[in-house]
């Protein structure tokens, strides 16, 4: 697969972070939007701890944790319909296009290709982040909750209370989101002073008391917005770097390339009836709370709840332009995509008796985008926002989750061996009572369940990085799953068994088997196409890492499926990559996985990365006579160059379509492909401003042509066809006129060998009075006659006439005709006013028939001086039919 | 039972020097006409395989070397390492292996002409015709 910009250790951690929940009073929100921000936003920069932190496992054992990712979010009342999560994934991807220049790339044979595939990481970061929480596993549960009150309020110690009392009571009644089950959450107050606003004294107060009731590591006081924004002049902008603007999209529409919108927005579905539904309730409906939180701040974010947040048009920031957005790695961007994409908050979270009330409000970014973000905020603002997630982390979450997993660690043993042996025992002789294993192997444990509890220090072990005392619960508790046949916790068991193998630092055995073994279990027994694409993600991004590429790729095919387009197209493409990586590589293999990954994502509306897939493969077939796969890609990517309005690209694929190996082409096709051609032909010129030609070169009826259109014809392109014959184009030289009375002036068109620009042919029959021949017919009717007699008789007439006067040059008048057959060495004489025919021979080589109508010669006069006249066109006689 | 073949002798440069299709009478063409290209690339992606698996034996025929959705690809390699590519959806191993034989032998009489140069494009009808008959007799039979 390609080179991701994380290791996969990273990847791992980044993606199995300690979910943190984040309830904040209405008062604390307004102060953090002085900044423009939500509070959870403020913290989005900041959510690595720079400290490493300690824990010691049970066995007293010191460990060191170095980058943990918290994934702070709010929680939500009911996870994200899954139409919702393709949307953001998609406009993830499609966001996400271009590698740039600086991506890696490797050589295959003569071809260099492009190896980093950005849009994946964002990709997979998304999915990520927009897993669901599931009953089987604990990784995804909150494993904390921040409560956040602003000193400003007026009794704070009493808001803090409310807020942890209400907490805990929606815990209980909702089922989503999940948290860890109690009392395995951890509660840490913030209270948010704000410097310039606040008051001083009562934050002091309040820091004693929290201190004194919640204890050091579970709470603390965050003195932000220390600069006053309405004493600065306009003199100075904020001007620090805003790393905030990476986390929100910035959907500036310089950043979107030509015809995005035009040629996507017919099938992105309309947004705004997929975020309003279900309903929003008006906010008088929450006056029956008595602690109703935000009514007021709700109405006018729906208004702006604009169709698409995601899309188009946005006030771009102003200062992202700052080295902090532009570069960012697409994983934070995307990380934050997903936060912003749907941004949902809570209406009524906080309102257990709307629990019910499913409530979707989205937080649109018009209101952020706008304006700068953070201005509130100084350096040292940001620095103590530092210091307090490190202090969460080290001095709070850390000792907790340590305490806890010692705890759990006593209840697990002790509820193993004997006691354990016992019901074992028990049950296989009395055939007991089976959790009930369907089929699906949804097995009901309950949360007090040894298996379960194994399962939970299982989890809290690998959240705080002790693969090795995760390993081993999973491992057991992995048996206990098979035993009952529960066949998804079985699978998850395994998957996380695997992935903490892969983790430690000692490696006895490849966790590949379990790997193949969960994703197999996943798809077939639970169906849950969901898990086995993460479970997926992960195997193969370990595969990666042990260089084992071709069962990655076997199993990113594996995961293609009807389902899901843009996740096949991906997976298709990561597999190519797979296949291009191996030794020796797979480079055929690898363009034919482009193409079928292309395909899919055109149908997935993902036109660029089509475009861009199809690109990529073609350079593999060309030149090599696949003559039908050639033709396929050109016209694929004929077809989505123009759709992307890139005519250019889109005429050049055409044109190589119209290339001389078509006896292989059904007519039908052929027909198509011409049909094709020829309208992008016409875009094509009409957007280069050759203005309303066609084809070929429009003739006028009057003396004077066009010319302005016909000085530009000398930029026309050459087309292949019909094949023109040059070896038997013929000329026949000052044929009398004979009906028409337009005479050309004075000049042949060539010397002779019929090189001319365009398709011509030869007008046909005129009378003569001359020697010589007056028409191409008879030419060919007397093709027998020799002119040798006719010269010498010649020859003779002029020389008989006097003596040789050698000053009186011999100039044939006879020959008049010139092609293939006769002696062109010199010049053809031609009489001023008389005319000049031209044949010129074509060849259709397509088993359709080609029409062409409209046709001129286009000629230029050399004169004796060297000067070239431009490039003029001749008038059309008539056409001689094929 | 549904006999399609398709037939291509690749040469070093890993260009087609000779195709052709096979099919039981009576097949609806306008299905097969929209994935002849398919055809082409899924015998192009197999090229990987045969230049892999022609390694690990002394054999000529390659029998299957891999698949693709319900294509089969058998392969063969003469001693000038032309390859031949078989695109088929049921297992025929021994209609293959014989077909394989002669036009092996076929092949071996049509480069010894001088006219022919190697890796070019096999354009004799007679070959071809020759090729006909032997597919319907060894695959199609």
């Given at each position: 697969m390609a080179s991701c910009a994380e290791s996969p250790q990273d990847f791992i951690r980044s993606v199995f972070g300690p979910r943190v929940a984040v309830i904040s009073s209405p008062d604390a929100e307004e102060v953090c939007q002085k900044n423009n921000l939500s509070f959870v936003e403020m913290l989005k920069p900041f959510c690595r701890p720079t400290q490493e932190g300690q824990i010691r496992d049970p066995q007293n054992q010191l460990h060191i944790i170095k980058n943990m990712?918290?994934?702070?979010?709010?929680?939500?009342?009911?996870?994200?319909?899954?139409?919702?999560?393709?949307?953001?994934?998609?406009?993830?991807?499609?966001?996400?296009?271009?590698?740039?220049?600086?991506?890696?790339?490797?050589?295959?044979?003569?071809?260099?290709?492009?190896?980093?595939?950005?849009?994946?990481?964002?990709?997979?970061?998304?999915?990520?982040?927009?897993?669901?929480?599931?009953?089987?596993?604990?990784?995804?549960?909150?494993?904390?909750?921040?409560?956040?009150?602003?000193?400003?309020?007026?009794?704070?110690?009493?808001?803090?209370?409310?807020?942890?009392?209400?907490?805990?009571?929606?815990?209980v009644k909702s089922k989503h989101p999940k948290y860890m089950p109690h009392p395995r959450l951890f509660y840490y107050r913030l209270l948010l002073h704000d410097v310039t606003y606040g008051d001083e004294q009562k934050a002091q107060k309040l820091q004693q008391e929290m201190s004194v009731k919640y204890g050091i590591g579970q709470s603390l006081v965050l003195k932000i917005n220390s600069r006053n924004i309405s004493s600065l002049q306009d003199s100075e902008q904020a001007p620090d770097a805003d790393p905030w603007s990476q986390y929100l999209i910035t959907t500036d529409t310089s950043q979107e390339e030509d015809g995005f919108t035009m040629s996507d927005e017919d099938e992105e579905p309309d947004l705004s009836t997929t975020y309003s539904s279900p309903p929003f309730r008006p906010a008088a409906s929450d006056a029956k709370q008595s602690q109703n939180l935000t009514p007021v701040s709700s109405e006018p974010r729906l208004d702006l709840l604009i169709g698409d947040p995601l899309a188009s048009e946005s006030i771009s920031d102003p200062l992202s332009s700052d080295p902090l957005s532009e570069t960012s790695d697409p994983l934070t961007r995307a990380l934050q995509d997903s936060e912003l994409g749907t941004g949902t908050e809570i209406a009524s979270s906080r309102d257990s008796n709307q629990l019910d009330s499913t409530h979707f409000r989205v937080a649109t970014r018009q209101i952020s985008a706008k304006g700068f973000h953070g201005q509130c905020l100084t350096l040292n603002d940001q620095e103590k926002i530092r210091a307090f997630v490190n202090d969460f982390t080290n001095r709070g979450l850390l000792p907790f989750l340590e305490n806890h997993i010692r705890l759990l660690n006593e209840q697990v043993n002790s509820k193993k061996g004997f006691q354990r042996a016992l019901?074992?025992?028990?049950?296989?002789?009395?055939?007991?009572?089976?959790?009930?294993?369907?089929?699906?192997?949804?097995?009901?444990?309950?949360?007090?369940?040894?298996?379960?509890?194994?399962?939970?220090?299982?989890?809290?072990?690998?959240?705080?990085?002790?693969?090795?005392?995760?390993?081993?619960?999973?491992?057991?508790?992995?048996?206990?799953?098979?035993?009952?046949?529960?066949?998804?916790?079985y699978a998850g068991a395994l998957e996380m068994a695997a992935t903490s193998l892969f983790m430690q630092t000692v490696n006895r055995r490849d966790p590949y088997a379990y790997f193949e073994e969960s994703i197999q279990v996943y798809a077939d027994t639970c169906k849950l196409l969901h898990y086995a694409n993460r479970a997926t993600l992960l195997a193969t991004e370990m595969m990666k890492a042990r260089k084992l590429y071709r069962p990655a790729a076997a199993a990113f095919i594996k995961m293609t499926s009807e389902d899901s387009d843009l996740k096949s197209a991906l997976f298709l493409e990561q597999a190519a990559h797979c296949f291009l990586r191996?030794?020796?590589?797979?480079?055929?293999?690898?363009?034919?996985?482009?193409?079928?990954?292309?395909?899919?994502?055109?149908?997935a509306f993902q036109r660029r990365h089509a475009l861009r897939t199809y690109g990529q493969a073609l350079e593999f077939y060309q030149e090599k006579s696949w003559s039908l796969a050639?033709?396929?890609?050109?016209?694929?990517?004929?077809?989505?160059?123009?759709?992307?309005?890139?005519?250019?690209?889109?005429?050049?694929?055409?044109?190589?379509?119209?290339?001389?190996?078509?006896?292989?082409?059904?007519?039908?096709?052929?027909?198509?492909?011409?049909?094709?051609?020829?309208?992008?032909?016409?875009?094509?010129?009409?957007?280069?401003?050759?203005?309303?030609?066609s084809a070929t070169a429009e003739v006028s009826d009057g003396p004077v042509p066009f010319l302005s259109s016909v000085e530009a014809t000398k930029d026309l392109p050459i087309l292949p066809l019909p094949v023109i014959l040059s070896q038997q184009t013929r000329v026949l030289v000052s044929c009398v006129a004979g009906y028409d009375k337009q005479l050309l002036p004075d000049d042949n068109a060539d010397d002779g060998h019929g090189t001319v620009g365009t398709e011509g042919q030869s007008p046909g029959t005129g009378c003569s009075t001359r020697v010589g021949f007056s028409s191409f017919e008879s030419l060919d009717a007397d093709c027998s006659l020799s002119m040798d007699g006719w010269r010498q008789l010649e020859q003779h007439a002029v020389n008989g006439h006097g003596s040789s006067d050698p000053t009186v040059e011999f100039v044939s008048c006879l020959q008049n005709h010139y092609h293939q057959n006769t002696e062109n060495s010199t010049e053809p004489v031609c009489v001023v006013g008389e005319r000049v025919d031209v044949e010129l021979m074509v060849h259709n080589p397509l088993q359709i028939e080609l029409c062409l109508g409209k046709l001129s010669l286009l000629w230029e006069h050399n004169s004796p001086d060297g000067q070239r006249s431009d490039v003029k066109n001749s008038n059309l006689h008539y056409i001689a039919g094929d | 039972m549904s006999g399609n073949y398709f037939f291509v002798i690749v040469g070093h440069n890993d260009n087609p020097v000779f195709r052709?299709?096979?099919?039981?009478?009576?097949?609806?063409?306008?299905?097969?006409?929209?994935?002849?290209?398919?055809?082409?690339?899924?015998?192009?992606?197999?090229?990987?395989?045969?230049?892999?698996?022609?390694?690990?034996?002394?054999?000529m025929n390659l029998r299957i070397v891999d698949k693709f959705n319900e294509w089969f690809v058998s392969a063969f390699v003469t001693a000038s390492r032309m390859r031949y590519v078989i695109l088929h959806d049921v297992k025929n191993e021994d209609g293959i292996k014989n077909f394989f034989q002669d036009v092996y032998e076929l092949y071996i009489k049509a480069s010894m002409n001088p006219f022919y140069r190697v890796n070019t494009q096999i354009e004799s009808p007679m070959f071809k015709r020759k090729v006909l008959t032997l597919g319907k007799k060894h695959l199609l039979g």
């Open positions: 990712v918290l994934h702070i979010s709010e929680p939500q009342p009911n996870p994200l319909p899954s139409n919702i999560c393709k949307k953001i994934l998609s406009d993830t991807v499609r966001r996400c296009h271009v590698p740039g220049d600086q991506g890696t790339t490797i050589t295959a044979g003569d071809i260099r290709v492009n190896t980093t595939t950005p849009w994946f990481e964002a990709y997979r970061s998304v999915f990520f982040e927009h897993s669901r929480q599931s009953d089987h596993e604990f990784l995804q549960h909150y494993v904390a909750c921040i409560l956040v009150v602003s000193s400003s309020h007026s009794n704070p110690m009493e808001e803090f209370a409310n807020l942890y009392q209400r907490h805990t009571e929606t815990k019901y074992r025992v028990g049950r296989s002789w009395f055939g007991g009572s089976k959790p009930s294993s369907n089929q699906t192997g949804v097995t009901n444990y309950s949360v007090e369940s040894g298996e379960l509890q194994m399962r939970l220090l299982g989890d809290l072990a690998f959240l705080s990085q002790n693969y090795d005392l995760a390993y081993g619960c999973y491992h057991s508790c992995k048996r206990d799953f098979q035993n009952d046949h529960a066949w998804l916790h191996m030794s020796p590589p797979f480079t055929r293999k690898f363009a034919f996985h482009l193409i079928l990954a292309g395909h899919r994502y055109s149908k050639e033709d396929h890609i050109n016209f694929s990517l004929g077809h989505q160059s123009f759709t992307l309005k890139q005519l250019e690209d889109a005429y050049v694929a055409f044109r190589r379509l119209l290339s001389p190996s078509w006896s292989l082409q059904q007519p039908k096709q052929q027909n198509t492909y011409l049909k094709e051609f020829l309208y992008v032909f016409k875009q094509h010129l009409i957007s280069i401003g050759l203005g309303s030609t | 052709i299709e096979f099919s039981k009478s009576g097949e609806s063409s306008t299905r097969r006409e929209d994935h002849r290209h398919l055809n082409e690339f899924v015998a192009h992606a197999a090229l990987d395989h045969v230049d892999e698996t022609m390694w690990t034996t002394t054999a």
